[in-house]
């Protein structure tokens, strides 16, 4: 079975502070996602990434960045946490199908990260 | 953007009887997969069906696809209270790396 960890279940930070979300897999899976979700928003896309080094934008990217420089590891950061960003984030991996281009396989998902920014 | 709209927003019935969501979506698809999620904890998939599919079924799950209207339905049979999560549509539109989520149907089973 995939193994997708997020280092924190619950994290309370300050406004302005700058976050890391860690997310590590034990699959060797080529695709690695943020979400974050929200009460009646569902899930949305803040960055992925399809191997290590390359990452390409979600649909709500503002106010994050990501890291990947390790095949297992794909982090996040909050480069200056505010109050809108407080959420339940949730890291996803996905490997990489016969049509790279698309995403036609399952995703595996960790347990996520309630954050709150105070 | 959202791709995936799940009818209903809730749903409660009684152990035993069927459960039935709907998902509907604006654009292309390769395939369109079903997720659940239990309070509180992260997403597990369900079912993954392709663009030239029409049904498919997994245990007491069934998944129908209809491109030309651009739904789809999960059907639950003989439910259990431990049925009880949020379940989610997810497509993956042609062209685009990545999944695009609905906002989910939480699902109540009463025993």
């Known amino acids: 079975d995939v193994k997708v960890t997020q280092s924190s279940r619950y994290l309370v930070k300050r406004t302005g502070e700058k976050v890391f979300l860690e997310c590590v897999q034990d699959?060797?899976?080529?695709?690695m996602f943020w979400y974050r979700q929200d009460p009646g928003l569902g899930l949305r896309l803040i960055y992925f990434?399809?191997?290590?080094?390359?990452?390409e934008k979600g649909d709500i990217p503002e106010g994050y960045s990501v890291s990947r420089e390790k095949k297992e590891r794909f982090s996040l950061i909050l480069e200056s946490a505010s109050t809108n960003q407080t959420s339940m984030y949730l890291c996803?991996?996905?490997?990489?199908?016969?049509?790279?281009?698309?995403?036609?396989?399952?995703?595996?998902f960790g347990d996520g990260t309630r954050l709150s920014i105070l | 953007s959202q791709q995936g709209e799940e009818d209903p927003q809730a749903l409660s019935i009684q152990e035993g009887e069927n459960a039935t969501m709907n998902c509907s979506y604006k654009?292309?698809?390769?395939?369109l997969q079903w997720y659940r999620q239990n309070s509180g904890r992260g997403l597990v998939h369900l079912i993954l069906?392709?663009?030239?599919?029409r049904e498919k079924h997994s245990g007491r799950l069934r998944v129908t696809l209809d491109t030309s209207k651009k739904s789809s339905s999960l059907l639950i049979t003989a439910s259990r209270a431990a049925d009880t999560a949020s379940y989610f549509c997810?497509?993956?539109?042609?062209?685009?790396?990545?999944?695009?989520f609905g906002s989910g149907t939480r699902l109540q089973v009463q025993p």
């Open positions: 996803a991996t996905e490997q990489r199908g016969v049509l790279s281009g698309n995403s036609n396989q399952p995703q595996h």
């Open positions: 699959m060797d899976h080529e695709n």
């Open positions: 990434s399809y191997d290590v080094k390359m990452k």
């Open positions: 654009t292309s698809i390769n395939n």
């Open positions: 069906i392709r663009s030239n599919e």
């Open positions: 997810a497509t993956a539109p042609s062209g685009r790396r990545a999944l695009t």
